[in-house]
C-alpha cells in the first residue's frame, strides 16, 4: 500500500520561502505522477503543481506558477515543493498526492497533509 508523508510546512512571513517534502513509500515511485495540493480554511482543495515520472514534465497551477517549483528524487523516492515569495493567501494545509496518471485530479493516494501558514 502507498504512503505519503509530508514534512516542511511551518510559519512564515510574507515574501519568505518554505521547501516541502513528500516521502513515498510501498510502491515504486518512479511509476506514479506525483501532485501537491492545498486546501485553506473554509475553501476546497485546490490542485498546485504535478510532476511527471521523470521529473522532465512538470505542471503548475496560474497561481503559483511563478514562484513554485515541483522537483522529484526518484533515488530517494521523494517529490518537493520550493515555495517563494510566499503570500498570505498561500496559507493552507497542503497535501502530496500520487496518480498513474497525469492531471489535476483523481489522484490514487494522498498524505496526511503540512500546516504552512504566512503572516503579513
Known amino acids: 500500500q502507498v504512503q505519503l508523508v509530508e514534512s516542511g510546512g511551518g510559519l512564515v512571513q510574507a515574501g519568505g520561502s518554505l521547501r516541502l517534502s513528500c516521502a513515498f513509500s510501498?510502491?515504486?515511485?518512479?511509476?506514479?505522477?506525483m501532485g501537491w495540493f492545498r486546501q485553506a480554511p473554509g475553501k476546497e482543495r485546490e490542485f498546485v503543481a504535478q510532476i511527471n515520472w521523470s521529473g522532465g514534465t512538470t505542471y503548475s497551477s496560474d497561481s503559483v506558477k511563478a514562484r513554485f517549483t515541483v522537483s522529484r528524487d526518484n533515488a530517494k523516492n521523494t517529490v518537493y515543493l520550493q515555495m517563494n515569495s510566499l503570500k498570505s493567501e498561500d496559507t493552507a494545509v497542503y497535501y502530496c498526492?500520487?496518480?498513474?496518471?497525469?492531471?489535476?485530479?483523481?489522484?490514487?493516494?494522498r498524505g496526511q497533509g503540512t500546516q504552512v501558514t504566512v503572516s503579513s
Open positions: 498526492a500520487a496518480s498513474r496518471f497525469a492531471g489535476t485530479s483523481g489522484y490514487d493516494y
Open positions: 510501498g510502491g515504486t515511485f518512479s511509476r506514479y505522477y
